[in-house]
C-alpha cells in the first residue's frame, strides 16, 4: 500500500482509489470498492490492463524483456538448473539446498506411476486422437483416484496432489504418444533423471535398453525450464479461476491443459511448426508476411507476437540458440530452420511487425528442437502443458493460500435487450 491514491471524478463527485505498489513493475490502484461506490464496472476484455491477483512466482518486463522466475532470470536458470530444480523453486520459492534438492526429486520419483487402472483410459481413444484430447481426459480422471489429495484445505493434501501432478505428468504424456504409435507402455525408471525419464518412457521399447542421448536429455531439460511459468498467462489464470470455487487441483490442471491448447496459446507451437514446413522455402517468405499483414485475411504468423513481451521473449533467444545446438549436436540439418531465421530476419525488418511490436515468441523455434529430437507436431503442446504444470500447481497453491483471493466472478457491459414480456407463439 502506498499513500498515493488515484481519484475517479463522476457526476460532480471525486472517489480515490488506493494505489498499491509490488517490489519490481507497474503499481495497481485498488478498485474492489468502485462497484459499490459509482454503480459501475470497470471494461477490460482479455484483460490487458488488469491485476488479478498478487503473486511472487514470476515476474516479466515486456518492454525489457526479462522473465524472471522468484527472482532468477531464465536464462541463467535455462543454462544452470535441472527442473527438479526450478519446480522446487516455483513452488516453494527459494532453490533447495543439496538435502532438499535430493528429498523433493526422491518424492517426485516416487509419484511417477499411474495407477494401473488409468492405462485402461487409453483403450477409449482413437489410435488418431490428438494427445491433448487424451491429457485432458486421463489427468481430469485422475481425480477420481486419488481421493486421498483432493482436499484442498489441507496443505498437506495439496502439497501431495501438487507432487502427484508434476510426476505424473511425463508418464502421461509418453503414454499418450505411444498409444498413437500402437507401441507399449513402458514404466517409469526412477534411476533416470526427470527429464530422461520422459525421454525412455516416450522413445524406449522394451524389446532392448533405451540410453538417454545427453544432447537431447540437455535440449529437453532447458525447454521444459523454459516453459514452466509464466506470471497470469491464459492457461495459469484458467487454472486460477477454476480453484477458486474449491475444485480439486486435477479439475483444475486439467482446465488449464484445455486453455493451453488453443493455437494462440500453447498450440501455437504445433501451429508455427506447421506453417514454417508450409511455407517450405524462404522464397515464399514474402508471400506470407503479406498474408500476416492483411486485415482480411485470418492467417498470423505463429510463433509471432506476445500480449506482455513487445521487446524480444528472452525465451526465444535461448530456444533459438538451442536449436543450433541440438541439430549441430545431432548431426542434422534441418530446412525448417533456415525458412525460421529468415523469416524472422525479414519480419523485424518490417515496418508492421516492428510498429505493432512482433516478435518471435517461445513457440517459434521449439518445433524445430522436437522434430529433431522425434517428437510428431501433435505431441508439441503436450510436452508445454507436461512443463508448464509445475507453474500452474504454483500458482495454484499461492492462489489457495492468499488471504485476498475469492471466487472469481467478473462482471459485463450488458448489450442486450432490456425487460420484455412473452409473446405467445401465434402472436409473433
Ligand atoms: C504463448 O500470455 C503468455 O504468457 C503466453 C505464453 C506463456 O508462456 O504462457 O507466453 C505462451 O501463448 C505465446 C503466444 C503464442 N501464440 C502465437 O504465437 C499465436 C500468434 N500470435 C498472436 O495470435 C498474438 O500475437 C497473441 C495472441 C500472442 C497476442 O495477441 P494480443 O496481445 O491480443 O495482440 P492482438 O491480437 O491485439 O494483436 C495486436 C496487433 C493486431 O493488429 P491490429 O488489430 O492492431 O491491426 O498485432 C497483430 C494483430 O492483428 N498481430 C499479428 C500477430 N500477432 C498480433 N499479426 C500477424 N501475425 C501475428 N502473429
Redesign the pocket.
Known amino acids: 500500500m502506498t499513500d498515493r491514491n488515484v481519484t475517479l471524478s463522476t457526476e460532480g463527485k471525486d472517489f480515490n482509489y488506493p494505489i498499491l505498489e509490488g517490489s519490481v513493475g507497474p503499481e495497481v490502484f485498488d478498485v474492489r470498492k468502485l462497484y459499490g461506490q459509482t454503480g459501475m464496472f470497470t471494461y477490460d476484455p482479455?484483460f490487458t490492463s488488469t491485476a488479478s491477483c498478487q503473486s511472487a512466482i514470476t515476474y516479466i518486463d515486456g518492454e525489457k524483456g526479462v522473465l524472471l522466475h522468484r527472482g532468477y532470470p531464465i536464462d541463467q536458470l535455462a543454462e544452470n538448473s535441472t527442473f527438479m530444480e526450478v519446480a522446487y523453486l516455483l513452488l516453494h520459492g527459494e532453490l533447495p539446498k543439496g538435502s532438499e534438492l535430493h528429498d523433493f526429486t526422491y518424492t517426485i520419483s516416487r509419484h511417477t506411476m499411474l495407477h494401473e487402472q488409468l492405462a485402461t483410459f487409453y483403450r477409449g481413444f482413437r489410435r488418431d486422437a490428438h494427445p491433448m484430447a487424451i491429457m485432458c481426459g486421463v489427468v481430469g480422471a485422475l481425480s477420481a483416484f486419488y481421493h486421498d489429495s483432493t482436499d484442498i484445505t489441507d496443505p498437506e493434501q495439496r502439497m501431495i496432489a501438487s507432487h502427484r501432478l508434476i510426476a505424473k505428468m511425463p508418464t502421461i504424456a509418453a503414454m499418450a504418444y505411444k498409444y498413437s504409435v500402437g507401441q507399449p507402455f513402458l514404466y517409469p525408471d526412477n534411476s533416470l533423471s526427470y527429464t530422461g525419464n520422459f525421454l525412455r518412457m516416450t522413445f524406449g521399447v522394451p524389446a532392448e535398453p533405451y540410453a538417454v542421448n545427453p544432447v537431447v536429455e540437455r535440449a529437453m531439460r532447458r525447454i521444459f525450464i523454459l516453459h514452466a511459468d509464466?506470471?497470469q498467462?491464459?492457461?495459469t489464470s484458467t487454472v486460477r479461476l477454476a480453484g477458486s470455487s474449491g475444485a480439486n487441483p486435477f479439475a483444475c490442471i486439467a482446465a488449464g491443459i484445455a486453455c493451453l491448447w488453443g493455437?494462440?496459446?500453447?498450440g501455437?507451437n504445433e501451429a508455427?511448426l506447421n506453417m514454417l514446413r508450409e511455407i517450405g522455402d524462404v522464397k515464399r517468405i514474402p508471400e506470407y508476411i503479406a498474408r500476416?499483414k492483411d486485415k482480411d485475411d485470418p492467417f498470423?504468423?505463429?510463433?509471432?507476437?506476445?500480449?506482455?513481451y513487445k521487446n524480444f521473449d528472452p525465451r526465444a533467444k535461448v530456444m533459438k540458440a538451442t536449436a543450433d545446438e541440438v541439430l549441430k549436436e545431432l548431426g542434422k540439418s534441418d530446412p525448417v530452420l533456415d525458412v525460421a531465421k529468415e523469416l524472422e530476419q525479414i519480419a523485424l525488418s518490417d515496418d508492421y511487425f516492428i510498429e505493432?511490436k512482433?516478435y518471435p515468441?517461445?513457440?517459434f523455434y521449439s518445433g524445430v528442437i522436437l522434430n529433431a529430437i522425434g517428437f510428431p507436431t501433435d505431441m508439441f503442446t503436450a510436452l508445454f502443458a507436461l512443463a508448464r504444470t509445475v507453474g500452474w500447481v504454483a500458482q495454484w497453491n499461492e492462489m489457495i493460500s492468499d488471504p485476498e483471493q475469492k471466487i472469481g466472478r467478473p462482471r459485463q457491459l450488458y448489450v442486450g435487450q432490456p425487460q420484455r414480456d412473452y409473446v405467445p407463439v401465434d402472436k409473433r
Request: aromatic fraction near 4%; proline fraction near 4%; avoid cysteine.
Open positions: 482479455g509464466h506470471e498467462n491464459a492457461s493455437p494462440a496459446h500453447g501455437a508455427a500476416a498470423r504468423l505463429m510463433g509471432f507476437g506476445h500480449r506482455v505493432k512482433l515468441n517461445v513457440d
